[in-house]
Structures are given as C-alpha cells and as structure tokens.
Nanobody, 115 residues
C-alpha cells in the first residue's frame, strides 16, 4: 500500500521560509517522478515543482528561484524548500508520486503566509 505523508506546513510571515517534507512508503520511491502541487481556496490545483528519478527538476515561473525540490532516496523522502514566501503562496500543498500505472497523493499540508 503506497502512502505519502506531508509535513512541515505552518504559518510564516511574508519573506520567510518553510521546508516541506513528503515521506513515501510502500513502493520503490527511487524509480519514480515526484511532484509538489498546491491548491488555494477557490482555485485549481497547480504544480509548483517536479523532480524525476534522475534528480532533474522543473518549476513554473511563479516559484522559479524561490522554491527548490530535492529528494533523498535513502530516506524515501522528497522536500520542498520555499524561500521568499508571499501571501499568494498560501495554499494546501500536496506531494504526488507518479508510478507507471497510478498517481498517488498525500493528504496535504497547509501553508499560510501572512503578517
């Protein structure tokens, strides 16, 4: 049974930083592409970072230069380092594992950027 568990969300002031973690169990983590998404109230879920099994990363323009995704295959964990946070980064953040057959999602972690 594949499980993804996010952690690290919280309340942070504008300009601050947070690091999210997503621990994966039940599958060969190192084989698959991982991604971080976010969903703000009333908006569609959007991708904010992707890292493939070779460590190649991709970001949308909205977070390029502020967010960094990394993975530790020994710990079956993917991370999202978020710097220079803005109020518009407020959302529930989800991690996703893309296997050959299915996509698996975590339960999400709330990130609130507010003074």
């Amino acid at each position: 049974q594949v499980q993804l568990v996010e952690s690290g969300g919280g309340l942070v002031q504008p300009g601050g930083s947070l690091r999210l973690s997503c621990a994966v169990s039940g599958t060969m983590f190192s084989l698959y592409t991982m991604a971080w998404y976010r969903q703000a109230p009333g908006k569609q879920r959007e991708v904010v970072a992707v890292i493939n099994n070779r460590g190649i990363t991709n970001y949308p323009e909205s977070v390029e230069g502020r967010f960094t995704v990394t993975r530790d295959n020994a710990k079956n964990t993917v991370y999202l380092q978020m710097n220079s946070l803005k109020p518009e980064d407020t959302a529930v953040y989800y991690c996703k594992l893309s296997s050959t057959r299915y996509d698996y999602w975590g339960q999400g972690t709330q990130v609130t950027v507010s003074s």
